[in-house]
């Protein structure tokens, strides 16, 4: 019985080990996850408040970490695996017609279908665009076959 962790004690052991390194992840993310127009903007902004417990950068980040180090392009994967993770529940929620993810209103209830189609999108581009910045084909091609 004292074996057995419980996911909050899962993800306090993670803050112990890569807090800091999860949090400039969530700055990036948070950097990148905007826009100069206000209504796209506005969207992003509610998407980013679907976040759950970021498991995908956090694989990510204790990856990198168990394999060399983290360094600047892990914080960018971070960004791109969560931003492709937000790409999928919004579409998701075309498809299944929610109004509803983590408590918060979806895209498509808030806006229209649209929107959450062309949002996901972005949001898909955005991705490509961050991993292809990085000037490693290796990252991309990696990124593209687990999508």
């Known amino acids: 019985m004292g074996d057995h962790l419980t996911t909050h004690d899962l993800l306090a052991r993670v803050e112990e080990l890569i807090g800091g390194e999860l949090e400039q992840a969530e700055r990036v993310f948070l950097s990148e996850v905007s826009s100069k127009h206000p209504y796209v903007h506005d969207v992003l902004q509610h998407i980013t408040r679907f976040q759950g417990k970021r498991l995908r950068p956090i694989l990510l980040l204790l990856s990198a970490a168990a394999t060399g180090g983290i360094n600047e392009s892990h914080y960018v994967l971070a960004s791109v695996v969560e931003m492709i993770h937000l790409a999928t529940l919004v579409h998701d929620d075309v498809l299944d017609d929610a109004l509803i993810r983590r ?26 665009h961050l991993t292809a910045s990085l000037g490693d084909a290796r990252a991309c091609r990696l990124i593209g076959r687990a999508t």
């Open 103 to 128: 408590h918060v209103a979806t895209v498509n209830s808030r806006w229209n279908n649209e929107t959450s189609v062309l949002v996901g999108d972005f949001l898909f581009t955005h991705a490509f």
